[in-house]
């Protein structure tokens, strides 16, 4: 017998480099083999691709951004290589999968860790930039019983004017940035209103929404005397005299308060403070490092609800994971037997509350429940007013009952799946030797049942660790704990209280939010792992 | 340098012909038709998108502005806006309920609104209500408030005026509830009970004189609120107030003809009258001597502080939306009486609308300042478990302080 030849192992230097010569010249030729139109259709899709590449490339660059374009570039580089160069046949079924792994899932994960090292949410929600632009148009006030002007804005030379009439007097006005207001003696007027100065184009509507960012910013001086106010229009066509409470200034980096003279510092937490600690409304979001973890852990009124949200995570999903097991086994088994008449039929009953979706019967068991008008109470505690989901373990009872009618066809599936497929010669050779049912069941189906479903019993814990619906749809976590500052109750799981401390409520914590996604992350996976691993022993038992 | 006449002229032509020249580049057709390359991209809800699109072409029309209308699910709209301004993503309007100022302002996320003297037009719970810390934040366009919706085939006599005697007069007409409220099980409404809270003189925070709220003094816990509690659990006791009876369940209900009196707002009035509900609106009974004074809501405009086209935003309200026309429209639309007054007095002709008006002429705008937020929670849970017997005084009293802790906390 003669093993290919490409099997054998070369020998000298050159021996394998003229392999890999006739390997790359394989290579080429297979790919040229290709047809035409194969050929076509990928230089049309690459073509497409780049195209778009290059444009995002131009339009980020465009705004200033400087990294995401040469992620796109690199990628769009890589892309052609990888699609034209022949052979790299793992790379050219892996690509597309890896680059919307890296978009949908690696680069969301990276991106809420790194909002968990911030303090994002209400009051700090977005860049400093912005933070002292809303500061100063929120100081901005118009002075109390002032007159309207009506104005229209003019241009010389570039530089925008206001030309202000005083509504009392009549008496019209000009003036520009850095220039406080002048009389103008000839005015072209149009009713008591001065619509156009000698030396001075009027603007048009148009013009003035084409400069509205010049025009807005405008700020005409009344007099010389910057406390008398200024002039400011917001619509083009009014102006009003405003008074500015906060002066920014961005070399020293404070915010001075005109009234009081109180000056605020940047506090490097994301916040202007004043030396009495005072703060500003508006803040900005900062990085603070392990802070948000550490608040989970060490802020009492915070970590309290945060153990006890914890603890019944871990029991819920325990316990869901162990009653839907044990009743969809227990099924299984039952309906597995060769006596029970009418199999399918029950099958098919079995399977229906699998089939309809979950957060609907979720709705459903909650109105079931409910303590006055819910049928439970109505019809099979005759008129009782048990308080199912506003009595903390009560609640938590309703929760797992309903998961367990939500759980167990997909447990009863599951095995019966893993009983059909048990060798019957290992039943049988055990029924020989002498084995009672229960011993059968006990140390030959069980522990083979379990080598199949062992992954599965993992992936419905994390599953139910995770079980968002269910609560939100049933108790919204309620009932409440009274003592919390976040907003969590008994029923919550973590994955809920994470929702809540961002989305509900109007003081929103990102940053909180993100840090504790992050620690059931690493719960999960942790809990995942040690599973797998005890799995992996199973199957080597066999 | 002394400009003479000639060269001013001569400067302006060069400027005046460069003008045209970028107007023509920016892509003006016809002459006298205006075009600028402003476009204002507005928040609407589904209900109000239709009333506003015919807004919006005449807007369109007439100035030349472009108005991008995107339909946003009404819930989303205050958390899409704070998240979505900062990336300069947001729109340059929204439409919102007056009650999420606070929050904005905090996140830096609106921007003040000057309405000069338009604002004398409006109803003035309508300006109390958008403004905040002195400044105005919004252009008002509709107001809500709560009031007794009168089944007039099993209670013919307008509503009496103290809360016993509607509950006997309901008790009379025979239907299964003589008085509805719908009350979540676990977060009760205290928006629904604070009518009857006021009529005993109750507040949550004290006002100041221009209306606004001063969330350093809470109120809530003063002797008024503790009478108030009683009051409650002994309503809770009587089984009239039912947490649980959400409000859904009472509005279902009502529509069933099973109560003579409800209590709700405008939303619930157009499926009572197509389950063939002959309805009334009434002022609501006061229960502690007191008027009962509901919370008003108030919708209205919202400029973004990153908005690029504040000046046209501005426009767009003093020139459009403050007009009795759009007012009247947004009202068709809505349902909710305008904020406009003379478009507030035209709606009045619809007896229904009248109803709420007149409810709405004692209301109190729902304080909009971010503390609000930790109220809400608290003050439904412990009226809930003031209904369900818990001992009044003292659970009203353990509220007061654990809200008052948490608005210190911020």
Known sequence: MTAPILDKPPTSPAERAAQRRQKRAAAYAEAASLGWKVWVAKIVMLGIIDALAVYAILVLVGQGQWLVPVIIGVVAVAVNVIYLRPGMLPAKYLTPGLIFLFVFQIFVVLFSAYIAFTNYGTGHNSTKEDAVNALLLQSQTRVENSPVYPVSVLERAGDFFLLA?????????????????????????????????????????????????????????????????????????????????????????????????????????????????????????????????????????????????????????????????????FLAIVFNDPRMKSKKFYRVVMILPYAFPAFLSALVWAGLYNTDFGFINQVLFGGASIPWLTDPWLAKFAILATNLWLGFPYMFLVCTGALQSLPEDVVEAGRMDGASVWQIFRHLKFPLLLVAVAPLLISSFAFNFNNFNLIYMMTNGGPQFADASINVGATDLLISMVYKVAFVGASRDYGLASAFSIIIFLLVAGISWVGFRQTKVLEELN | MKVNKKGALGLLALVAASAVALTACSGGTAANKPTSSGSLTVWVDANRAAAMKDVAAEFQKEKGVKVNLVIKDYGKIQQDFTAQVPTGKGPDITIGGHDWIGGFVKNGVVAPVELGSKSGDFEKIAIQAVTYDGKQYGLPYAIENIAIMRNTALAPNPTPSTYDEMIS???????????????????????????????????????????????????????????????????????????????????????????????????????????????????????????????????????????????????????????????????KAGGRPPALTSAFTAAQSDPIIAGFAKVGADAVPMPSIPQMGAVWDDWGKSEVAIMKGGEAVSTWQTMSTNIQGKVAAG
């Open chain 1, 165 to 329: 009439t005083n509504p009392k007097t009549d008496q019209v006005y000009i003036g520009g940035e850095n220039r406080p207001l002048e009389k103008v003696n000839n005015p072209e007027m149009s009713g008591d209103t001065a619509t156009g100065a000698p030396g001075y184009r009027t603007l048009t509507f148009s013009e003035i929404a084409d400069n509205q960012d010049a025009i807005g910013n405008l700020s005409v001086p009344l007099t010389k005397d910057p406390n008398d106010g200024y002039l400011k229009t917001t619509d083009g066509s009014n102006a009003y005299v405003f008074l500015s409470t906060l002066k920014w200034d961005p070399k020293a980096d404070t915010m001075t308060d005109a009234k009081t003279g109180t000056v605020y510092y940047d506090n490097g937490h994301g916040s202007f403070e004043a030396k009495d600690g005072q703060k500003l409304e508006v803040g900005w979001s900062v990085w603070v490092g392990f802070e948000n973890f550490a608040r989970a852990f060490s802020d009492q009124s915070i970590r309290g609800p945060f153990f006890a949200v914890l603890i019944w995570t871990f029991v819920f999903a325990f316990l869901s994971v162990a009653t839907t097991f044990i009743l969809g086994l």
């Open chain 2, 169 to 331: 007069a309901g008790k009379a007409s025979g239907a299964k509830y003589p008085f509805l409220i719908g009350l979540d099980a676990a977060a009760g409404d205290p928006y629904h009970t604070y009518p009857f809270q006021t009529s005993f003189g109750s507040a949550v925070f004290a006002q100041n004189s221009d209306g606004s709220y001063d969330a350093s003094k809470l109120t809530i816990g003063d002797d008024a609120g503790k009478n108030f509690a009683k009051w409650l659990g002994q309503q809770g006791a009587a089984g009239i107030f039912k947490p649980g009876l959400t409000g859904d369940l009472a509005k279902a209900a009502f529509n069933a003809g099973e109560s003579p009196y409800f209590i709700t707002g405008p939303w619930n009035v157009p499926d009572a009258q197509a389950k063939g509900i002959k309805i009334a609106i009434d002022p609501i009974p006061s229960a502690g001597g007191q008027a009962a004074r509901p919370f008003a809501g108030v919708q209205a405009f919202f400029v973004s502080s990153k908005s690029k086209n504040k000046l046209l935003a501005n426009y767009f309200f003093v020139d459009s939306a403050s007009t009795e026309k759009v007012q009247t429209e947004l009202y």
